[in-house]
């Protein structure tokens, strides 16, 4: 799509993995796109993200870990919570933000259902960290599980 992007997970297997994708996908780029992957974390971009980037960033795409954050860290919530707080010190105005969350599949677009956890108190938590959620659409995986791709924006904060 021609954008730059910095992509950011704590787990070197992960990024490893990552960047061979990204340099299959560009092989044939012409939109001269530039990346960058890097050990980082989520909920502490502000030291994780360049200095020279802060304030200029225009959209975050966040896939949490699925339940229990694997590393122990947080709850499910809590580190979506934290990460946007800490989206708001690196972003610039308007930003946008695009998460995904995995879901139980349903017949109906009006149906939420988590995984894990409850959909009106991960509303309630958007809320209070401040993103506004402007839309979503699900995402057929298979029988058991589908994904809820969710975008709202987000507005910086000191
Ligand atoms: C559902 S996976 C998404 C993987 C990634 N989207 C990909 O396809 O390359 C969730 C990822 O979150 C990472 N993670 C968990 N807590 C994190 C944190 N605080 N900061 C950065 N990454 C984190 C895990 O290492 C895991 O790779």
Not at 8 to 21: P, S, Y
Not at 26 to 46: P, R, V, W
Request: with cysteine; proline share 4%.
């Amino acid at each position: 799509m021609g954008r730059n992007c910095i992509a950011v997970d704590m787990d070197k297997e992960m990024i490893d993995g990552a960047k061979q994708n990204v340099e299959w996908a560009l092989q044939n780029d012409s939109t001269k796109s530039k990346y960058q992957i890097m050990i980082g974390d989520a909920c502490n971009l502000e030291d994780s993200i360049p200095k020279q980037w802060h304030g200029k960033i225009s959209g975050v795409v966040l896939d949490p870990p699925y339940g229990r954050n694997s590393h122990g860290t947080h709850e499910h919530f809590e580190l979506i919570s934290n990460a946007i707080d800490s989206m708001t010190k690196v972003v610039s105005d308007k930003a946008k933000l695009v998460l995904i969350i995995p879901i139980k599949p349903s017949e109906s677009d009006d149906d939420i259902q988590l995984l894990h956890g409850d959909w009106g108190e991960f509303v309630s938590m958007m809320n209070q960290s401040g993103a506004e959620i402007i839309n979503h659409w699900r995402e057929h995986v298979h029988a058991s599980l589908a994904r809820l791709i969710l975008l709202a924006s987000i507005a910086p904060r000191d």
